[in-house]
């Protein structure tokens, strides 16, 4: 086998083809992989508790979930940001996307905060772009860890209005929201 990279920073086999496959084929995003979930230890994928189903080649059972926006454009379109502004990942920018964006530290989270060991591994906090209404709001996810929004406690879903200073452990966010509709 022989890898090659190509100038868009897809890996492919030279061996079997001359060209990036890939860079051929309109409309395919193929962005960087999201590592597996991984229990406790670190040891690898947490084991299924559901049966396996046998799924039929049409069926849309074993496809991931797909947001109402997604599905509507075929892509899943910034909506806001948050920006570091106190912590180890300051200067870093996080986008936001429709519908739940889960804040924690493990890379599987929708925003994946590094180098601050007081922020929640899965879920410390959410962030909600609601599409029909256009409005964002913050809540506190599953984590041990308290989300404090303009340095008041989040008890609650509660409504997020631009340059809101999110903290989580020893991070400070700020939320900027992007001023256009995608629908």
Not at 38 to 61: M, N, W, Y
Not at 102 to 128: K, Y
Request: glycine share 10%; aromatic share 6%.
């Amino acid at each position: 086998m022989d890898m090659q990279r190509c100038r868009q920073g897809h890996y492919f086999d030279a061996q079997k083809s001359k060209v990036c496959p890939a860079c051929g084929i309109a409309g395919l995003d193929i962005g960087a992989p999201k590592p597996k979930r991984q229990d406790a230890g670190g040891v690898g994928p947490l084991p299924s508790t559901q049966p396996k189903r046998q799924a039929s080649a049409d069926s849309t059972e074993d496809r991931p979930t797909m947001g109402v926006v997604r599905k509507q454009l075929g892509i899943d379109p910034v909506v806001g940001w948050l920006v570091c502004i106190e912590g180890a990942q300051r200067g870093r920018d996080y986008r936001l996307h429709s519908e739940r964006n889960l804040i924690g530290r493990a890379p599987e989270m929708d925003i994946c905060i590094t180098g601050d060991e007081s922020i929640s591994r899965n879920a410390h906090a959410v962030i909600v772009f609601e599409p029909r209404q256009r409005t964002f709001r913050l809540s506190t996810g599953e984590g041990r860890g308290l989300v404090y929004l303009n340095g008041e406690v989040v008890e609650g879903m509660t409504k997020l209005e631009a340059n809101a200073v999110i903290e989580l452990g020893q991070t400070k966010l700020m939320f900027v929201p992007f001023p256009f509709s995608w629908t």
